[in-house]
């Protein structure tokens, strides 16, 4: 843990990360100034390291580019450390014992008396959360890095937090949609600037410049980038499953006309990925590169002229889209939307988007850059945010019940919500109110979700 002595620091900012691309949207923010001019507060990074295993997880201090985003900051903290052997997804303070951790805190981190500003991300969960109960006087911000933000909340946020939540910062990864992150509180969106988020991943990019296995990847003059997503980790594949829709990719790419191809593999991927992906190159005639490094893909897009991204549906596709100007197209997306479970899974708004903004790889569609979010997306994503979490957004149901009694048999449409849902919510699509004269009821009903 490395901190500078600055107790009297009249304000003290706290800017909590668990990823890089998180922390390349925070230093963004900083450098366009949305937290001010340098030296009008104190900035503390503040690492949480969220994986089940942190210990055997990969670090964010070992990525490439880590240090470029360090410099930004007066100082940097290890939650992990700081409330070891406690997991940071699985600890709060108690109450009571808010004060006394506000205590420990200040005179752990040199806080002093410093006013404490807090910056942080997924402020539905821990540690955002636990952070916001030690410190409860605190102003709160939330930053998104990913297609979540176009979401509803996950969960209820306590009103004592919710009402400290001054705005979300989030990159504009699909132009003209508007987040619906934290829209219940209340809370403001703001836009952290396109040229400050594409200067910082240059920084990054540039840390990779002596890299070995990047070197050899742009050697290899690829014009084409796949994306791992590890999705067997979140439950949503099995091993096997995603080993296909990798190899599917593969498949995909080389169609097309690709003969140089990197994967870009998820940090946590187990390396028989590899193997399996090697095998379905060499039977497509492709030369296939597996980019395994610890850094973001999006500083691959810096040293090599992709004409092609491929991903299920990660945040990095859009980014080389709207940053990069490089055609992109999915796998999967559509077979992911039927088994999503459950229905408010918070996966479910990224799919959407990508599903529906997206070229489908396997679908003879050509990849494309998407441009500005189409009139059709909007009121998509508002619907699914109903059915996901209606009891926040009340007031969506009037919309909801128009846009699906004109297009819920639609099948670009039908297949972004299940019968069980449209049934439980009495909406159009769903099964009518009985069935054989028998009121139909919720947990009986069958079919997708």
Known sequence: MTTDTAAGARTV???QVSTLYGAATVAAAIDAGLYGAPGDARRLL???HNAEIPETALRLETMTGYPRIAARFDGVLDWNETIHPYHPAAWAPRPEEAPLWQRVLRTAWDLGTARVELVVESIQVNPAKALGACFPESSVEVYADGLMSYGPTRTDVAQSLACRIRRLLHLDL???????L????GTP???VPDDAFRAVLAEIAADAGDDPAVAAAVAARPTALLLGQYLAALGLLTVE???????RMVRGAAALGHRSIVFKPHPTAPAAYSTVLREAAEEAGVRLTVLDVPLLAETFYERCELELVVGCFSTAMLTAAVYYGVPIARVGTEELLERLTPFENSNRIPLTVVDHLVPDLEGGADPAVPGPAPDSL???VRAVSFCMRHKAHPGLRAETEMYLAAHHADPAVAHHFGTVRLTQLGLPGGEPAHVGGTPLRRGLVRGRR
Do not use: K, N, R, W
């Open 241 to 247: 499953e995603e080993e296909e829709l990798h190899v």
């Open 378 to 380: 909007a009121p998509l």
């Open 13 to 15: 900012q706290i800017f």
């Open 174 to 180: 699909v132009p003209g949609l508007t987040p619906m």
């Open 182 to 185: 934290l829209t219940e509180y």
């Open 189 to 191: 969106s703001e836009l």
């Open 46 to 48: 503040l690492l949480s």
